[in-house]
């Protein structure tokens, strides 16, 4: 991994994840539905950030791989 | 023991020798802390404090960046075949302690010049000092040596090594707010031993893995 | 079909879904969130109007509470009116002297049915003494028995009164540090590895494990965040230990750039090895001793209980430890995809130059 591509990943990761919690914390609407029945969805939104960023790095790995193949097809 | 000093007073000459850098480094402390009486005119004892360790931290990684990117491949296959790692690690260590302790020395004079001189506790602010540069310089030592045979080394000395430093940093904040009776704390000694163990700890890990990295 | 080494991936999956099934649905410790009044005087008869949390008052036939003062001081309610599930009136006829010469004192509501088990609500009434009416025909503190408790029925997990249902973040906000720090020492393991024998395929192991912690660490980061919000009202405290992970995670993202920088591979790997060790290393006192001298919000801080006692409780436990097991294969088996996608990466180029 060069520093461009670390860069992009860190950048890639912050941004989707602060793009998931915004729009359920930025408004007092929000806070409340989170506050709602014994703070559950902050539960819920814990094991989503989870498996969101768990989906994004496989993506990426996913998107990697990808490329690797082309390459071998050109080659051959 | 012989050897150690030897390569110690080498370090000496070479430092000695380029008199431009040396005086360098001793002016930048100068003009910072003459840049924060102008602005400042008066300043509190935590933001005194809060000055001094920044200033000396930022002169120190200057200095110590130096320090090993100045020398060239051969002078290091020359020492390779001249001295064993453990007897320059040491030497090594030895000296920038003491060098980032004179660093220090004269930024405090410096600072107490312009600023005034608020510690009330001198016993346990020279102990701290002390402890700390100690961890300072034994960690800009090791970054020093991963960073020098890169052309960006002093960019990556400052990523590397900052992140290392911070703990160290809060804990001298700390001994030096309760040397400077800022806030009250019966429980400084155990900061102290603290930073003592890191010291340890740190000293340890550098000399067991300097002669893998001096491999290269 | 199942090809073999498959086990522990499948074992990670099922293992997880077993924490998701058993951390959601198993229901939290009956509980009470709120008191009116909140103080009174000697002498009064108070009427509490409790809120409870998963309660079950309309339902209970005999329904006990106390207000209890310490070990041996209580008095017992007069009546219990439930109106609903999850309303009681409870009036007490307090008694006119305190026991020693404090000006307020703090009383502990106890409640104790046959549905719900017995269940304490800790500060819930601040009782002062009015000294106009102070005679010597008050009512005395009885010294009341407390005992035959109802037990609750089947696995239930501790109620806390800020916490409420956010208990079940243990399993997934602590759990992933937890998982996190087995991946690094993982990591730190290979790249000793590496030093030992420079066989380049170790600087791959030891590179993958420390990212995937990495990506623990930034995820422990984020939801700490959140959990923090809606507990402690703040994205952010200064707290001793949010800190200190926060200059943990830059060592280690300054770990991926140093890996990241473009020298001969071999020399990388070597930096990247010994810059590793020495991280985890001075990461140690960073995580593990620094924060326990300080105050915390956190368990496990500034005399707090620490995990263990009764923050983490068995029936935490059932599903806590699983949960960490579960991270963990789960972070070895994306571990162990990089290093297999690397791998091939590094084969194919190699036999192209």
Redesign the interface.
């Known amino acids: 991994m060069n520093s461009k591509s670390i860069r992009h990943y860190l950048l890639l990761n912050i941004t989707w994840i602060m793009l998931c919690i915004l729009p359920l914390t930025s408004q007092a609407q929000g806070l409340d539905f989170l506050r709602s029945t014994g703070k559950i969805y902050t539960v819920v939104v814990v094991i989503a950030i989870i498996f969101i960023g768990l989906a994004i790095y496989l993506i990426r790995l996913d998107n990697k791989l990808t490329k690797l193949e082309n390459h071998i097809k050109n080659e051959q | 023991m012989n050897r150690i000093s030897e390569i110690f007073l080498k370090e000496l000459v070479v430092e000695f020798r380029q008199k431009y850098a040396l005086g360098g480094i001793f002016l930048f402390s100068a003009t910072i802390v003459f840049l924060v009486y102008k602005v400042f005119n008066q300043v509190s004892g935590l933001e005194w404090s809060i000055m001094l360790w920044i200033i000396t931290l930022f002169a120190g990684l200057n200095a110590i960046v130096k320090s090993f990117v100045q020398e060239k491949k051969e002078t290091y296959l020359y020492y390779y075949s001249l001295f064993n790692p453990l007897e320059l690690i040491t030497a090594k260590l030895i000296y920038n302690v003491l060098f980032l302790g004179l660093l220090f020395i004269s930024i405090l004079i410096f600072m107490s010049l312009f600023l005034g001189f608020p510690v009330k506790d001198p016993f346990l602010f020279f102990l701290g000092s002390s402890l700390g540069l100690t961890g300072i310089a034994i960690i800009l030592t ?1 970054v020093s040596l ?1 960073a020098n ?2 052309q ?1 080394g002093s960019t ?1 000395m400052s ?2 090594s ?3 430093i ?2 160290i940093m ?2 001298l904040l700390k001994i030096t707010a309760v040397s400077l009776r800022l806030i009250s704390d019966t ?1 400084v000694d ?2 102290v031993w ?1 930073l003592a ?2 010291d340890a ?2 000293l340890g ?2 000399i067991v ?1 300097f002669p ?2 001096w ?2 | 079909m199942i090809q073999k080494g498959m086990w522990w991936k499948l074992s990670g999956i099922i293992i997880f879904l077993y924490v998701l099934w058993g951390g959601l649905t198993i229901p939290l410790r009956p509980g009470i969130t709120s008191i009116t009044p909140s103080s009174a005087k000697t002498g009064d008869t108070v009427t509490l109007k409790a809120t409870g949390y998963n309660t079950h008052f309309a339902s209970v036939k005999k329904g006990r509470a106390w207000l209890k003062l310490d070990s041996i001081h209580a008095i017992k309610s007069l009546d219990w009116q439930s109106t609903d599930d999850n309303h009681v009136s409870l009036r007490f006829v307090l008694p006119q002297t305190l026991p020693n010469a404090s000006e307020v004192f703090p009383l502990h509501l106890i409640i104790d049915n046959e549905t719900d088990g017995a269940f304490v609500h800790p500060n819930a009434l601040f009782l002062s003494s009015s000294i106009e009416t102070l005679s010597f025909d008050a009512i005395p503190w009885t010294k009341h028995e407390l005992s035959q408790f109802n037990d609750h029925q089947g696995i239930q997990f501790p109620y806390r009164s800020i916490l409420n249902e956010t208990i079940r973040n243990t399993f997934f906000h602590v759990a992933l540090w937890f998982a996190m720090f087995l991946l690094l020492i993982f990591g730190v393991y290979y790249s000793i590895q590496y ?1 030992r024998t420079a066989d380049y395929d170790f600087d791959r192991k030891a590179s993958a494990y420390t990212n995937i912690a990495v990506l623990y660490g930034i995820f422990g980061i984020v939801t700490g965040s959140v959990w923090a919000k809606f507990t402690w009202n703040t994205f952010w405290t200064n707290d001793v230990k949010l ?2 992970t926060a ?1 943990a995670l ?2 280690y ?2 770990y991926i ?2 890996r990241g ?1 473009n ?1 001969d591979q ?2 990388r790997a ?2 990247a090895a ?2 590793n ?3 985890f ?2 990461l ?3 995580v593990f ?2 924060p326990r ?1 300080t105050d915390s919000l956190h368990p496990g801080n500034g005399g707090n209980p620490a995990l263990g006692g009764e923050d983490l409780d068995h029936t935490l436990r059932m599903f806590f430890y699983p949960s960490i097991i579960a991270l963990f294969l789960i972070g070895k088996w994306i571990a162990e995809l990089t290093i297999r996608f690397e791998r091939v990466k590094d084969y194919f180029y190699l036999k192209n130059t």
């Open positions: 090791f991963i045979s890169e960006s990556l990523v590397l900052i992140p290392l911070l703990p809060m804990l429980s155990q900061d603290m163990g890191i700890i740190m890990t550098v893995l893998l990295l491999r290269s | 030093l800190n200190m200059i830059l060592i993202l300054a750039i140093l920088m020298y071999d020399k070597r930096l010994i810059y060790i020495f991280a290393i001075a140690i006192p960073l001793v620094i001298m």
